[in-house]
């Protein structure tokens, strides 16, 4: 018969018990959860861990790749048109094309818009010298064209509504070659990825290393950030007027004010009805309202108390919605000097967002606009991770399921954190590369 002593056993297992309520209690709680309900009020969003992130890929960041020609194929403006982040895009594109075609590059025309309320250029918004200087061994930029040529007015090669793959060696050179300065608005659907490397080294080095504020706007930019309470969140709102007649989307509930502003932007783009608007909000197209957004930064766990800069265009309706929650919210005309607010235009408006939510703790989008993609870009190029955009296509989708209560802020919550943990959206793949963590 064998025979077991249970002290020695007892005193095992009080001792191994003891052990772990001791691990336990020194552990931190668990803040890079990736699965799992998210407990609110306790753990938001950014204590997620990433899986992956955007950096900048060493390729462009190690310099130039190629000798610049001797010879240039002549000369390229780049006529830029819509908003500045649009303009920025347009021209950063330019940039590319003129190296890839061996051309000596102009400073660029931007559109000035009674629409945008625009009448500042590239210089009014741009330091020039500090780009020509960090343009250096990418792409020949010059302020002024030689005498033969100043007295002309480019030749304008149209390739900004162009379908299919555009091919500007095949397009556009022969133009170059034939008339020595042209302009150009860069086609949307080129082909980016069949630049060779020194093409694409340009047009990376131009938007997130070459462009910087004139020191006029940026030190204003600087003291705007100075006056916002730190941490702080920068919110890219986008519900104006034209923004959702636009859309085309319907919105019942909306106050008298708001359905007339809307109502004076439509023209003749009426708002979809019946089958046809539920399909169009569940693919994504209909604007977050300020409510709408608000119920997402609570389901990601945002503290009302979290102090908000809200980079928003002139207009933005139902405001009430979000500052009924969050009540910490600054803007460019609460914080500035009336007299200076009141002379700024479109483009220095934008420049100042753009500034603030390049440098802010961090950074959410209602849209995945020009600004967004920009503003994502450069935080991936400054190291700075905590950005996301919120999900029209999933919120509505959730909606139509009929999901209500604590079910639907955890839908949420989950949708934006998978997107959050793989780094969607938070950088333009041409000149960042994936890093898995």
Known sequence: ????????????????????????????PSQNRISGEPSLGEANI??????????????????????????????IRVDCYGGLNQMRRDFCDGVGIARLLNATLVLPKFEVAS???????????????????HMDGFVKVVKELP??????????????KRKGQFDY?????????????????????QRRDRYPLYAKAALCQACYKALRLTRSLEMKASQLL????????????????????????????????????????????KPWTGELARIWRQRG????????????????????????????????MEIEGLTDTYTNIFTKSSLLNGEDFISMHGNTK???????????????????????????????????????FLSRRGFAELTSQGLRGKEFMQALWKLHRDEFVMGRGSALPDCFCEFKL
């Open 169 to 189: 060696v095949e397009s556009v050179l022969p133009s170059l070659l034939k008339h020595k300065y042209i302009s150009i608005t860069p086609a949307m659907s």
């Open 226 to 269: 100075d006056a916002i309470p730190k941490p702080f969140m920068s919110l890219h709102l986008r519900f104006e007027p034209d923004m959702v007649a636009y859309s085309q989307c319907e919105y019942p509930g909306l106050s008298p004010a708001s359905v007339k502003a809307i109502e004076a932007a439509q023209v003749d783009r």
């Open 115 to 133: 629409y945008w309320n625009e009448t500042s250029g590239f210089a009014d918004v741009y330091d020039v010298d500090y780009f020509i200087q």
């Open 285 to 316: 197209k209909c604007p977050l309202t300020p409510n709408e957004t608000a119920l997402i930064l609570q389901s990601l766990s945002i503290s009302p108390t979290t102090n908000i800069y809200l980079a928003a265009g002139d207009g933005l």
């Open 46 to 75: 950014w204590s997620v861990r990433r899986l992956v992130e955007w950096r900048p890929c060493n390729w462009w960041l190690q310099g130039h790749q190629t000798a610049l020609p001797l010879e240039t194929n002549g000369y």
């Open 350 to 388: 934008a420049a100042l967002d753009y500034y603030v939510s390049i440098n802010s703790d961090s950074y959410i989008a209602t849209y995945f606009g020009n600004m967004d993609k920009m503003v994502s870009a450069m935080r991936a190029f400054k190291g700075l991770y905590k950005t996301i």
């Open 1 to 28: 018969m064998v025979v077991f002593s249970v002290k020695p056993l007892f005193s095992v297992l009080v001792v191994s018990l003891s052990l772990f309520l001791l691990l336990a209690l020194l552990s931190p």
């Open 147 to 160: 005498p033969e040529i100043a007295s002309k007015e480019p030749v304008r090669v149209d390739c900004s």
